[in-house]
């Protein structure tokens, strides 16, 4: 079964540092998002992307953040300088359609200090 | 525009039956289901579109009441592996806007 798939796993960074979080979706979706999950807490909206351009982002995603499709496969979110509060599981996921499920990668566990 | 689940945690014995409830303020134009278990991604279990429709697969279903802006969520004569969160997740007219509820905490036990 297609998998999305999230590299790296678990990242620890220092406050302030920039980090680059990758993903690769189902190859034939369409639509690609970023969540994030902070500890024991729900799953947050950061970010929609469709053809090239952010679809729509929530109240979190400010200009700290920013998602790239870089190639054909790859889909990528920076944190430019990261905050403590930057620490949660960061999932990517991806969809054929709007009206289809999301699939979700395994995460990247990102741990700021 | 966070929808609001109930309730937050059920522990079940296996064979039990619970519902889950997932509601919104806002008009809804598409409910999903997930379930994450401890440590994991969210896994997709449906969609629904249309008001008034009801999915299922297994002993897993689900109803949308698109006048209510509300969905439920049925799970019958449980299992160990149905033991889980439950995060119901909405859109409002702009597909690409997704938000998930705060989670419904599942616990079956032997």
């Known amino acids: 079964e297609p998998e999305v798939t999230q590299t790296p796993s678990h990242q620890v960074t220092q406050m302030g540092q920039e980090v680059i979080l990758r993903c690769v979706p189902i190859?034939?979706?369409?639509?690609f998002y970023w969540y994030r999950q902070i500890l024991g807490q729900k799953v947050e909206f950061l970010v929609s992307?469709?053809?090239?351009?952010?679809?729509?982002k929530s109240e979190i995603f400010d200009d700290q953040f920013s998602v790239e499709r870089p190639d054909g496969s790859n889909f990528t979110l920076k944190i430019r300088s990261t905050k403590l509060e930057d620490s949660a599981m960061y999932f990517c996921?991806?969809?054929?359609?709007?009206?289809?499920?999301?699939?979700f990668g395994s995460g990247t566990r990102l741990t700021v200090v | 525009q966070q929808p609001v689940q109930s309730p937050q945690a059920v522990i079940l014995r296996e064979g039990e039956d619970a519902v889950i409830n997932c509601s919104s303020s806002k008009a809804l134009y598409s409910v999903h289901w997930y379930r994450q278990k401890h440590g994991e991604a969210p896994v997709f279990l449906m969609i629904?579109?249309?008001?008034?429709e009801q999915k299922g697969h297994d002993k897993i279903s689900a109803s949308f009441n698109e006048k209510k802006q509300q969905s439920s969520l049925y799970l019958t004569a449980s299992q160990l592996s149905y033991s889980g969160t439950y995060f119901c997740g909405t859109e409002g007219r702009n597909f690409n806007k997704f938000y998930f509820g705060s989670g419904t905490k599942l616990n079956v036990k032997p």
């Open positions: 992307f469709y053809n090239n351009e952010i679809s729509e």
């Open positions: 190859s034939n979706h369409l639509y």
């Open positions: 629904l579109l249309k008001g008034g």
């Open positions: 996921a991806s969809s054929l359609r709007t009206t289809t499920g999301y699939t």
